[in-house]
């Protein structure tokens, strides 16, 4: 099992800036992949951004330029630097972590763009 904590989220004005931490413990050999989504009201959850144990990065389109992730492998720990925040990127966060080809996710962080 993967245990995940996030922190970081919180309200912003827009073109304000964020930085989302999530530390992963437990069985955190073989990870493959770690990343954030984010689900909006009334909408599916997506992707935001995602990094591989070999440090590629993938990012959604209406964050690139925008959005940075990272990860600390010494602390297990992924970033996601939001800069340049808009009201569309309201949501909550979500870290998640493939391992195995298995998913596991954290309890969610609030992010609040106001205009």
């Known amino acids: 099992q993967v245990q995940l904590v996030e922190s970081g989220g919180g309200l912003v004005q827009a073109g304000g800036s964020l930085r989302l931490s999530c530390a992963a413990s437990?069985?955190?050999?073989?990870?493959?992949?770690m990343g954030w989504y984010r689900q909006a009201p009334g909408k599916q959850r997506e992707l935001v951004a995602a990094i591989t144990s070999g440090g590629s990065t993938i990012y959604a389109d209406p964050v690139k330029g925008r959005f940075t992730i990272s990860r600390d492998n010494a602390k297990n720990t992924v970033y996601l630097q939001m800069n340049s925040l808009k009201p569309e990127d309201t949501a909550v966060y979500y870290c998640?972590?493939?391992?195995?080809?298995?998913?596991?996710w954290g309890q969610g962080t609030q992010v609040t763009v106001s205009s």
């Open positions: 998640n972590v493939l391992r195995n080809l298995k998913n596991y």
């Open positions: 437990g069985s955190i050999f073989s990870i493959n992949a």
